[in-house]
């Protein structure tokens, strides 16, 4: 629960590139952005979160997903895929 109280605390808006997973983990103007894999992409959302402090505080706010933060919850999900319960766990635990 300590890590999960510390990632809290970062309150860091978080761009992240769209590959394997990663829309599990950081929901567009949520929690982060996800843009293409690709330099011009990357510039646009570093772009907007320079000129829009407003983006930059409700992404910061938006929080992590307990999955990304919390080793037990990881844990949980991991077994979760192992037993096919997986979607109940990700239910869960948002």
Same mark, same amino acid.
């Given at each position: 629960?300590?890590? &999960?109280?510390?990632?809290? &605390?970062?309150?860091?808006? %978080?761009?992240?590139? @769209?590959?394997?997973?990663? $829309?599990?983990?950081?929901?567009?103007? %949520?929690?982060?952005?996800? %843009? $293409?894999? #690709? %330099? #011009?992409?990357?510039? #646009?959302?570093?772009?907007? +979160?320079?000129? /829009?402090?407003?983006? &930059?505080?409700? +992404?910061?706010?938006?929080?992590?997903? @307990?999955?990304?933060? #919390? /080793? /037990?919850?990881?844990?949980?999900? +991991?077994?979760? +895929?192992?037993?096919?319960?997986?979607?109940?766990?990700?239910? /869960?635990?948002?």
């Amino acid at each position: 629960m300590r890590r &999960r109280q510390r990632g809290a &605390r970062l309150e860091r808006p %978080v761009i992240a590139t @769209r590959f394997a997973g990663i $829309e599990e983990q950081i929901e567009t103007g %949520v929690n982060g952005l996800v %843009v $293409e894999q #690709d %330099v #011009d992409a990357i510039c #646009d959302g570093l772009g907007s +979160l320079i000129r /829009d402090a407003g983006l &930059r505080q409700r +992404l910061a706010q938006g929080g992590y997903p @307990r999955e990304l933060l #919390d /080793d /037990d919850a990881k844990v949980d999900l +991991l077994m979760g +895929l192992m037993t096919g319960s997986a979607c109940q766990a990700t239910t /869960d635990a948002r």
